[in-house]
């Protein structure tokens, strides 16, 4: 079955420590996103990738990094300097043609004490 | 810029209730809308969408008119059951000459059916 992946789905981490999380499609999606959800705010955009090896910034790129090696791999770098790193993260994956609408994995719940 | 209101929740009806949650938006050039439906603890799941004005999208029971005049999406359905309880996102995108740079949401609606 074609799908997004994300692992792991709970991850937990020591202030200070970056840490990275994993999002892989089989779908042959050009573009590939990262979203970041917390309670009562909706989801919002981290970085967006539209094709291998070039990414852009969305709405709340700070201490975050990624890469996109791979058409089918997004990884998310949490660097320590996210101010507020506890969240659920959504991973994403579009054809990139048409109505653009998305496909998102299972999410990854990140807590950072 | 591009921005999604949809109506605060939680929403809470009885079971084969008709249900209506509105979604409004603004947009810079002509946007696709879509309602997404997350289940507790899980990604979002598409729930249908429509790209022209006057369009309808429907899936499951649920259907929503791109309103162009009234820049409103808002979702519907005729009787609902416990198991559509969930949080409901109204969702755009905008991308005119090809190129996706992501969807904008509204911040959800909790849904909760009663038995």
């Known amino acids: 079955d074609g799908g997004i992946t994300q692992s792991p789905k709970y991850l937990f981490r020591k202030e200070g420590q970056n840490v990275t999380l994993s999002c892989e499609q089989n779908l042959n999606h050009d573009a590939m996103y990262w979203y970041r959800q917390d309670p009562g705010q909706g989801l919002r955009l981290i970085y967006y990738s539209q094709i291998v090896n070039d990414f852009q910034k969305g709405d709340i790129a700070e201490g975050y990094s990624v890469s996109r090696e791979k058409k089918e791999s997004f990884p998310l770098t949490v660097t320590s300097a996210q101010k507020n790193p506890t969240a659920f993260y959504l991973c994403?994956?579009?054809?990139?043609?048409?109505?653009?609408?998305?496909?998102f994995g299972p999410g990854t719940r990140l807590t950072v004490t | 810029g591009n921005s999604v209101t949809q109506m605060e929740g939680p929403v809470t009806l009885s079971e084969e209730a008709f249900l209506t949650i509105n979604c409004t938006y603004t947009?810079?050039?002509?946007?696709?809308l879509f309602w997404y439906v997350q289940y507790p603890g899980e990604g979002l799941q598409l729930l249908l969408k429509?790209?022209?004005?006057?369009d309808k999208g429907s899936n499951k029971g649920f259907e929503a008119t791109y309103r162009k005049e009234t820049t409103s999406f808002h979702l519907e359905k005729g009787s609902v059951q416990v198991s559509d309880s969930a949080v409901y996102f109204c969702?755009?995108?905008?991308?005119?000459?090809?190129?996706?740079?992501?969807?904008?949401f509204g911040k959800g609606t909790h849904l909760i059916i009663q038995p």
């Open positions: 994403a994956s579009s054809n990139g043609q048409g109505s653009y609408e998305q496909y």
């Open positions: 429509a790209t022209k004005a006057d």
């Open positions: 969702a755009l995108s905008v991308s005119p000459g090809g190129g996706a740079d992501g969807l904008t």
């Open positions: 947009a810079t050039g002509y946007p696709s």
